[in-house]
């Protein structure tokens, strides 16, 4: 909190109630999570968009800045549906009320495809997402990463998952914002600040591995531990027949996230300098 501008209280008269939801989160509300392989489908490519660093939508964007915002004066997200459930399931083991959908454009999720292999993807992907970190009777408090960003080593047909990492990148020296409000109504007044988030990360602890495993007959010929500790598997090593890197990839997606931002123009300047006398134009 020392990285924020108004952190102290008292501070151009922020109070203590106002950060409550901020100082209390001190944990992830779910520090180990276990999921289903298959959920991951949601990270796969249309058809249409199987070359390498050709982005696609998991969840599209609803604003652009021409239309606007969505209320500020909200406490609990919408039910999730179709693949804004992965990604909220993901976002909840941090805080149990993420919004898959930011309140400002651009929103939603992009991916592209990093690199192929016969059976697998790395998939890279964006997330725009905040935290609502308040409960009435307080007011609304927003947390507000720049970006979750990642990647996600998927079997074409999502049966598997070899690898999994999403995180905030914390290589500038700001990359959150918050905002929170100082009354009930919309119009009610709202403190902006910034700050620095170190460290906000989830990831895979290895393979995606089966329950039970059959032989060609129907027959079980291993299943999880009573325990449950996971089958022990041995995977092959993927050899990747076509890749682009990790920092091509991440501009494709944020090229997609700021279309403006595709096109690079140049201004060029000549300077002329004459001298009469001792006049400079």
Not at 50 to 65: H, T
Not at 158 to 180: A, C, G, T
Not at 207 to 217: A, G, H, K, L, R
Not at 262 to 267: A, C, F, G, S, Y
Request: charged letters at 20%; a negative charge.
């Amino acid at each position: 909190m020392e990285t924020m501008t108004k952190s102290k209280d008292g501070f151009l008269g922020i109070s203590h109630v106002a950060l409550s939801g901020l100082r209390n989160w001190t944990a992830p509300v779910s520090p180990k999570s276990v999921m289903l392989a298959r959920q991951f489908k949601a990270f796969l490519p249309p058809k249409n968009k199987l070359d390498l660093g050709d982005p696609w939508w998991i969840i599209p964007s609803e604003l652009n800045i021409f239309t606007g915002y969505l209320s500020n004066n909200r406490f609990y997200p919408p039910p999730p549906k179709g693949k804004e459930i992965i990604i909220h399931r993901l976002l909840s083991m941090f805080h149990p009320r993420p919004f898959v959908k930011t309140r400002f454009a651009p929103q939603g999720s992009v991916a592209c495809i990093q690199a192929i292999s016969t059976y697998y993807y790395t998939i890279a992907f964006r997330i725009h997402a905040e935290f609502q970190l308040n409960e009435p009777p307080d007011f609304p408090f927003w947390f507000s990463p720049g970006q979750f960003t990642g990647y996600v080593v998927l079997s074409k047909d999502s049966s598997h998952v070899r690898e999994f990492k999403l995180f905030v990148p914390n290589k500038r020296s700001l990359n959150v914002d918050m905002e929170w409000l100082y009354g009930a109504s919309e119009g009610s007044n709202m403190e902006v600040d910034i700050g620095y988030l170190p460290q906000m990360e989830l990831e895979s602890t290895g393979p995606s591995v089966p329950s039970v495993i059959y032989d060609e007959n129907g027959n079980v010929i291993d299943s999880r531990d009573p325990s449950g500790e996971p089958i022990q598997f041995v995977f092959e090593e993927i050899t990747w027949q076509q890749e682009i890197s990790w920092e091509e990839a991440a501009q494709k997606l944020e090229v997609a996230m700021y279309p403006f931002k595709k096109v690079r123009n140049r201004l060029y300047f000549s300077l002329a300098c004459f001298t009469e006398a001792s006049h400079f134009y």
